[in-house]
């Protein structure tokens, strides 16, 4: 980053933090990463302020500041604790936390370590799905975190492709995405399911990772939290832990009906593509665009030899 460019930033986040929290004494400051949703940095080293962009990430933001205390009592793993919630000067909230012990986890990380660390990290990955699935359903609604209907939700996604994405891509791919999403609505037991607390967001790099100790210690990044199909959970653990690993935690929950799971999951690997793809071009994004083009070709090709 361009040093007159990361001064600025800095001075604005030092003016945002002191706006709202004179007594806070700032002597260092550290960006710690940023994503479509939000920028987050590190505060005298031990304090993590993360910044919403946009209205989206804003949306997520409250949500967590919400739910996350009662949220807490539930979870045996660390989770943020808001000990600060200020105002940005564009009316967005912001936040900060003490900084949990671990790193987050990278695949790099996660594929180098030992089978017998990768089981005690399944256990525990089950043991937290567990908990946050076990949560009061109407209390969470309590709590103003969103139901979705996913069959509204991916009908929804399957017109906006069409109407958005099918004049930007091949016939092959066309013809692929319409026959991923029509397989899954149109079979009904996709949709028999028992709603439940969902992170909806379970990547590695949310997982935080003690190299000492060898074991997670805490989950970061709540704001996608809903209500919705409890098989979605495993979604990101699919993705980038892989098959086996995730079979390993369904073992572990006692999940019946896997390879029921097995397809949903593919789907839902198909449609996070997809809404790569349109956030692309929502966001005229061309890189963003193109990196979903190449995921969904090499989806294609990979079903195809199968």
Known sequence: ?????EYAEFEWVKKMIMCNFKNLKINHIMPLGEGWMSRAYLINHEIVFRFPKEKDGS???????????SLKK???????EFIYCGKQDNGYPFVGYRLLPGVP?????????????????AHQIAEFMDQISSFCVEQAKN?????????QYYLENFNEVKKKAFTKINQDMQTYIA???????????????????????????HLLFDLKRQEITGIIDF???????????????????????????????????????????????????????????????????????ELIQCEMNTNHKG
Do not use: W
């Open 1 to 5: 980053m361009d040093n007159s460019i």
């Open 59 to 69: 949306i997520d933001t409250e949500k967590e500041i919400k739910a996350l205390p």
């Open 74 to 80: 539930h979870i045996s793993l660390k989770i943020p």
């Open 105 to 121: 986890m990278d695949e790099q990380l996660f594929c180098s370590l030992p089978s017998e660390t990768k089981d005690k990290i």
């Open 143 to 151: 709590l103003n975190i969103p139901e979705t209907n996913f069959y």
């Open 179 to 205: 026959f991923r999403f029509e397989t899954y609505l149109e079979d009904k037991n996709h949709f028999r399911y028992s709603p439940k607390l969902l992170h909806a967001d379970l990547s590695m790099d």
């Open 223 to 293: 704001g996608d939290m809903k209500i919705g199909d409890p098989d979605y959970e495993y979604l990101y653990l699919l993705e980038e832990c892989g098959e086996t690993f995730t079979k390993k935690v369904m073992e572990l929950r006692e999940e019946e009906n896997v390879q029921h799971k097995d397809e949903k999951l593919s789907f839902f690997l198909t449609a996070d593509n997809v809404a790569l793809l349109l956030e692309g071009l929502n966001r005229n994004d061309r890189e963003m665009f193109e990196e979903a083009v």
